[in-house]
Nanobody, 120 residues
Framework: QVQLVESGGGLVQPGGSLRLSCAAS????????VAWYRQPPGKQRELVAS???????NYADSVKGRFTISRDNAKNTVYLQMNSLKPEDTAVYFC??????????????WGQGTQVTASS
């Protein structure tokens, strides 16, 4: 009933920037907290950033000051602006959204992920 699609990943040199998008579609009643996770090769998935309905944000210490999460509720889209990228930022980035659909059911949804590579 809900689909999340990430986009905007790619290959950049260290110090470069990317903006990721997470677009939600379907019979959505409300979108609550949305988060970006990432999973580097061979490592566990980790929380990168989150944003609440009211716009409150939280960031992992490793990205604080470099990444910015934001949302456009009219477009059902959340963004992750990534600046000053480092090789250790290389990972598949996933969007997770807490969503209530029109039937009243509320749960988390995951996107397919988008690859981010920061390498020389």
């Amino acid at each position: 009933q809900v689909q999340l699609v990430e986009s905007g990943g790619g290959l950049v040199q260290p110090g470069g920037s990317l903006r990721l998008s997470c677009a939600a579609s379907g019979r959505i009643s409300a979108i609550y907290t949305v988060a970006w996770y990432r999973q580097p090769p061979g490592k566990q998935r980790e929380l990168v950033a989150s944003i609440t309905t009211g716009g409150n944000t939280n960031y992992a210490d490793s990205v604080k000051g470099r990444f910015t999460i934001s949302r456009d509720n009219a477009k059902n889209t959340v963004y992750l602006q990534m600046n000053s990228l480092k090789p250790e930022d290389t990972a598949v980035y996933f969007c997770n959204a807490d969503i209530r659909v029109v039937t009243g059911i509320r749960r988390g949804y995951w996107g397919q992920g988008t690859q981010v590579t920061a390498s020389s």
